[in-house]
């Protein structure tokens, strides 16, 4: 079954500084979405993407963040300035073509500031 | 927005004992997903059930749309289906974004 992947699986990072969480979505989908989740908490939205350009945020996804496709594979979430609250486990999500269809979550990047 | 809630938000049970759990949503939705959480993190798709019943092996989901709530039975637990279940809703007016509940937390003893 196809299956949604991310990379890396767990990045450290130094407060201040850039990175970037990659995602590989099921190819044939047509969204593409970032989800958060603090230690201990539940799974919140940050953004969707549809045809080339961002569809929904939420509140969390201010200016720090941004999001790209790059080429017809790759769906990237990058975080500019990243401070210790940023510490998550981010899962990027896909979905088909029509509105309600099932998403499909990869494994999650568990991302650590320090 | 539209509220989920879980219930119950912990549960401890003996191996081989039967649950279920239970989701509460605030408004008609497009989509509603059942998730199992593993001690690594994943989320894992156990249901894709916005009304009817499926079963999948021990599980099975029942959602009745329009009394707003759906159910997960577990039966015959294992310790393998400790973690966190979450039940996730597409809210049907607006947007395309999954709303979770806050999830039950499972152990299951041996």
């Known amino acids: 079954e196809p299956e949604v992947t991310q990379t890396p699986s767990h990045q450290v990072t130094q407060m201040g500084q850039e990175v970037i969480l990659r995602c590989v979505p099921i190819?044939?989908?047509?969204?593409f979405y970032w989800y958060r989740q603090i230690l201990g908490q539940k799974v919140e939205f940050l953004v969707s993407f549809y045809n080339n350009e961002i569809s929904e945020k939420s509140e969390i996804f201010d200016d720090q963040f941004s999001v790209e496709r790059p080429d017809g594979s790759n769906f990237t979430l990058k975080i500019r300035s990243t401070k210790l609250e940023d510490s998550a486990m981010y899962f990027c999500?896909?979905?088909?073509?029509?509105?309600?269809?099932?998403?499909?979550f990869g494994d999650g990047t568990r991302l650590s500031i320090l | 927005g539209i509220q989920v809630e879980q219930s119950p938000p912990d549960l401890i049970l003996q191996e081989g004992a039967n649950s279920t759990l239970r989701c509460n949503f605030s408004?008609?939705?497009?989509?509603l997903q059942w998730f199992h959480q593993n001690p690594w993190g994943q989320l894992i798709n156990l249901f894709y059930i916005p009304s009817g019943t499926k079963q999948n092996g021990r599980l099975s989901a029942t959602t009745v749309a329009t009394e707003r709530y759906s159910l997960l039975y577990i039966s015959s637990s294992q310790t393998t289906d400790s973690g966190v279940y979450f039940c996730?809703?597409?809210?049907?007016?607006?947007?395309?974004?999954?709303?979770f509940g806050a999830g039950t937390i499972l152990r299951v003893k041996s």
């Open positions: 999500a896909s979905s088909g073509r029509d509105r309600g269809q099932p998403q499909h």
């Open positions: 408004d008609s939705v497009n989509n």
């Open positions: 190819s044939n989908h047509l969204y």
């Open positions: 996730a809703v597409l809210w049907a007016p607006y947007g395309n974004k999954l709303v």
